[in-house]
């Protein structure tokens, strides 16, 4: 018998060669550093593998049932959440795994940064990996669109509007975004071949260079402050290295699948506790109250153009996202050699620190959005009752004209309403009625964010509704008028 | 020696050409190569840039006697530039403003896109205090669909509207972005 497996194997092994191709690939050295207590550094490149592995098996799972046809989509989308067994934990499951594998990728990308693991000569690994990251939030982008609610529908009017502003190739561009000359069906079907075949094609491609580039330049030693590369004696110094290697396939494998199934289980915890995301509406265009929301791996980017004034906002939107991709394809041909060791490098670990700081500040804003209006404050949030208890008929009536005049979707008033504007609950401390009348009338100079309303309000409506503006102050403090004579 | 044995031109052996016959293949057999992708790349692309051209079709809104004079009306109908398979999504909303009649007597109506200039989110109509206002970014629009506030830089999207034996129409309306207007199309 265990004869009959020998020749079996053998015969094989002639034909296959695997004795000679992916044998040595196992059994290759790696640092013995790489598989000591600074291996735990090493395991989220393989976790963000693992979980492209689940996206790969959810996804084709999904696609099963899924119809990426614009009038059944969503139809689609409910029966998975609903009738398909286990369907809802299935979208769950492909939603946070996709989010894993983002943060797996990111923390990968820093952990290598940090340890100048993408110099020399590993320069061109660091490269396929920032396509990876690229592919990777290709997918989550164009992810989302399948959703086909009313996120996706506005979603692809936002991405069309900005790909728009190309000067000269606008149009052409939102057609080939959009797939004809509006929203519809032939969208929907361009994200799904996007989505399905074109980026995990490209993603696949990158990661086959990317694990060749791994095999072929070997795993990195951890750093160690002093022994900076050199180009020169790298590859001496490398071979001395492994010459008291361990194999790679063996213990220094363990801590990668430690790490991989810890995240399997969070994802899936994940998922089973939190659920599907979406769909919300029906993908109805005429549906009131559309927000949309991007995903939050580009909450940031979302922050940073509602916040950069509008001289600048086309490029915000179309310049700066292709410089940030362009430097992080710059980072290994700044500075490919010396130090490698995070102590010895202070500039660059400050870099990681202002960038994590800043696009978490930015993804922060993003999420609480507060230049976006709250379209139904003005019927929605009462006035709060502090507020008018001691008021007079007259700034009564006022207080009626701010709800009406829908003064309160950018204005809040104790914290509830917008937060467009500023919070009017003190107003009448700091401004005095001529001033009011004339930021009312007139709104921000040179059209900046409040509306002139000199139109849209009569005398009568006017000087009850700055009777109740100069109303609202703290209790014993005056009105601004007065103190200011 | 082989080399110079066929430089000498040994032409009976089958194996080895002369140099003007391989020479003459390289260059055929770029050519033809060329030539399969070029006939496979030019429909490719025609396919997928290739803009269908054909008359814009007309949507019927509604009787004139279906808008009040001076009063904004949202009206939703199907977009007929549209996929037998869009489904929900053909659906569009636009805001229509009875002007009343011009020095001729011809009635005149404001016909405006709902998606924002800014970046395309759908803008809402608030009678009370005349204006459209945007969820997205705050941009604020007065009735004429003339900007008011915030970062849209220019007003709402004009529709291209007829009347038609007392009926208002419109244009069917494409995706309208800055440099694609619906007056004036790319």
Not at chain 1, 226 to 237: F, L, S
Not at chain 1, 362 to 381: F, K, N, Q, V
Not at chain 1, 449 to 478: C, D, T, W
């Amino acid at each position: 018998m265990k004869n009959l497996l020998k020749s079996l194997g053998r015969w094989f092994d002639v034909r296959l060669s695997f004795s000679e191709s992916l044998l040595p690939v196992l059994r290759h050295p790696i640092p013995r550093g790489a598989a000591g207590p600074m291996g735990w550094w090493y395991v989220f490149g393989s976790a963000s593998m693992t979980l492209l592995l689940l996206q790969v098996l959810t996804g084709i799972g999904l696609a099963l049932v899924y119809v990426p046809s614009a009038d059944r989509a969503y139809e689609s989308l409910l029966w998975l959440n609903y009738e398909q067994p286990l369907g809802w934990f299935l979208r769950a499951l492909h939603y946070y795994a996709g989010s894993g594998m983002v943060v797996m990728v990111l923390a990968h990308m820093t952990q290598v940064f940090l340890h100048g693991a993408y110099k020399y000569p590993r320069e061109l690994t660091w490269c396929a990996g920032v396509v990876l990251l690229l592919c990777t939030l290709g997918m989550f982008f164009t992810g989302q669109v399948l959703r086909w609610d009313p996120d996706a529908y506005w979603g692809l009017a936002v991405g069309g509007s900005m790909a728009g502003r190309v000067p000269g190739a606008g149009p052409q561009l939102v057609r080939l975004l959009l797939g004809g000359e509006v929203i519809g069906g032939d969208s929907l079907s361009r994200f799904f071949s996007l989505h399905v075949f074109v980026i995990p094609a490209a993603l696949v491609i990158a990661l086959a260079v990317h694990l060749w580039l791994v095999l072929k330049c070997g795993v990195n030693a951890p750093p160690a402050p002093g022994r900076g590369v050199n180009p020169k004696t790298y590859h001496a110094e490398y071979e001395e290295e492994l010459k008291r290697g361990v194999p790679f396939f063996g213990d220094a494998l363990l801590k990668d699948v430690f790490f991989s199934a810890l995240a399997v289980i969070a994802v899936v915890a994940l998922a089973a506790v939190l659920g599907p995301k979406g769909p919300t509406d029906p993908p109805d265009p005429t549906l009131g109250g559309a927000n949309p929301r991007p995903e939050w791996p580009f909450l940031w980017l979302f922050a940073l153009l509602s916040l950069s004034p509008p001289d600048a906002e086309t490029f915000i939107i179309l310049v700066f996202p292709l410089l940030l991709i362009a430097a992080l394809f710059l980072v290994p041909f700044v500075s490919n050699r010396g130090e490698r060791a995070p102590s010895r490098r202070p500039v660059a670990v400050l870099s990681v620190i202002v960038i994590y700081a800043l696009f978490g500040a930015l993804t922060y804003e993003g999420a609480t959005s507060p230049w976006s209006p709250e379209m139904t404050a003005w019927s929605g949030a009462a006035i709060p009752e502090r507020l008018v208890e001691a008021s007079s008929p007259v700034e009564l009536q006022g207080a009626a004209v701010f709800q009406n005049k829908s003064c309160r979707n950018c204005h809040a008033l104790d914290r509830v309403g917008g937060r467009r504007g500023p919070d009017l609950s003190r107003v009448g401390a700091r401004l005095t009625r001529d001033q009011l009348i004339d930021q009312i009338s007139n709104g921000t100079p040179g059209g900046g964010n409040m509306p002139a309303y000199g139109k849209q309000i009569s005398p009568a409506e006017m000087s009850v509704l700055v009777a109740f503006l100069s109303s609202l102050r703290p209790e014993g403090q005056s009105a601004a008028a007065e103190s200011a004579k | 020696m082989h080399e110079t044995h066929d430089v000498v031109g040994n032409d009976s052996l089958p194996s080895s050409p002369a140099p003007g016959r391989r020479s003459f293949f390289r260059i055929l057999t770029g050519g033809l190569s060329a030539v399969a992708s070029l006939v496979v790349a030019a429909p490719l692309v025609e396919y997928l840039f290739g803009k269908r051209t054909r008359e814009i079709p007309w949507a019927p809104l509604g009787a004139l006697q279906d808008f009040p004079l001076d009063e904004t009306r949202q009206v939703t109908f199907d977009n007929p530039i549209r996929q037998p398979w869009d489904g929900l999504v053909s659906r569009v909303s636009v805001y229509v403003r009875n002007e009343g009649q011009d020095a001729a007597g011809e009635p005149r109506f404001l016909v405006l896109a709902v998606n924002c200039a800014h970046l395309g989110c759908p803008v809402s109509w608030f009678p009370q205090s005349g204006l459209f206002m945007c969820p997205c970014h705050g941009g604020v629009y007065y009735a004429d669909g003339e900007r008011a506030s915030g970062p849209p830089p220019r007003g709402l999207f004009h529709c291209v509207w007829r009347v038609r034996a007392g009926r208002l129409e419109i244009q069917a309306p494409h995706y309208p972005t800055l440099q694609d207007t619906l007056d004036e199309p790319a």
